[in-house]
């Protein structure tokens, strides 16, 4: 089967079984995220190998990273933080689990498992990743309070990219190809802050856009229109 084949056959499996797996979901109630990774289990190597996704090469990482900047966006347009109170404790909650969930995790993996430090650190950051994907049908699912569920849905957001380029820059240097711990801090600052300014750059224009749009034009009195 020549290479275009198997990814024609790829997008089609990934894109069919994802779709099927939302529509189950919503008939049935089930948490989509669960069958998703259950149909992800069955379609990948665990399963029948239909879905390789390592047939992408070098275009595998951007693709993942597009998708997930999508599900950031639709998380991020669907999040409402009204009240400073709100805002602080989205705050705060993000350094304490930033901090303690790290650690733990980190030491969990650690002396239950075996792992190197390195590896230990890798698991870690991706454990301290919970998008949207991941906590928005749990809240679901327990249906919890409206302030509760957008603390959050607020924290998995914003902790999803941290975690995401973390774990990226930890394997990195656990592979050797970052050298040191400086190496790390300063990529990861380079590209959260470079993230965060770009993203505040296309607001501010996309509301400038917006703000000169001309007025819609009034409507007309009603005596005046049956005159």
Request: with cysteine; glycine share 12%; proline share 5%.
């Amino acid at each position: 089967m020549q290479i275009t084949d198997r990814l024609a056959l790829i997008w089609g499996a990934a894109s069919f079984a994802g779709a099927g797996a939302q529509a189950i979901a919503r008939f049935t109630g089930l948490p989509a995220v669960v069958l998703l990774l259950a149909v992800g289990l069955l379609l990948g190597h665990a399963g029948l190998d239909w879905i390789q996704p390592e047939i992408l090469g070098r275009g595998l990482e951007p693709l993942v990273g597009l998708l997930v900047s999508l599900v950031l966006f639709v998380g991020g347009l669907k999040l409402r933080l009204a009240g400073r109170e709100l805002q602080r404790s989205v705050l705060q909650l993000v350094l304490v689990r930033s901090l303690l969930g790290f650690a733990g995790a980190a030491v969990l993996a650690y002396w239950l498992t075996g792992l190197d430090l390195s590896l230990s650190l890798v698991y870690a950051a991706i454990a301290l990743a919970t998008g949207p994907t991941v906590v928005t049908p749990v809240v679901q699912e327990l249906r919890l309070d409206p302030s509760m569920g957008t603390l959050l849905e607020a924290e998995g957001l914003i902790l999803e990219p941290v975690g995401a380029v973390l774990a990226l820059l930890l394997l990195q240097l656990a592979i050797g190809n970052l050298d040191s711990w400086t190496d790390v801090l300063s990529r990861l600052l380079l590209r959260l802050g470079g993230g965060v300014a770009a993203g505040c750059l296309a607001g501010l224009l996309l509301s400038l856009l917006l703000s000169r749009r001309p007025p819609a034009p009034a409507e007309e009195p009603a005596e005046a229109a049956t005159a």
